[in-house]
């Protein structure tokens, strides 16, 4: 489960691991995050896919040069009816 502690560096790691190995990866109750990380991660996200929609090998990702897996992927779950969410809403 995500947590409100997640920034957007622990993300960015996460999300450099898939993208050069081409893992999968779920992160469950994604609204638990903070408003301001969550923008920061769909940068992140956005980033990835335009990499493997450009069919490069390599990218810079966050200030590193990495190579990409198009294999890789993210899945999110988000729980509306978490209290946390109702400050976002």
Known sequence: NCSDGLDYLAMGKFFKG??????????????RINVEVLSVVAQQIISIQKAVKAGV????FEGSDIALD???A????????????????
């Open 18 to 31: 898939l993208a050069s190995s081409g893992a999968w990866a779920c992160f469950d109750e994604f609204n």
């Open 57 to 60: 090998t390599r990218f810079v």
């Open 70 to 72: 198009p294999a890789n």
């Open 74 to 89: 993210v899945f999110i779950t988000m729980n509306p009816g978490y209290l946390g969410a109702r400050s976002c809403l």
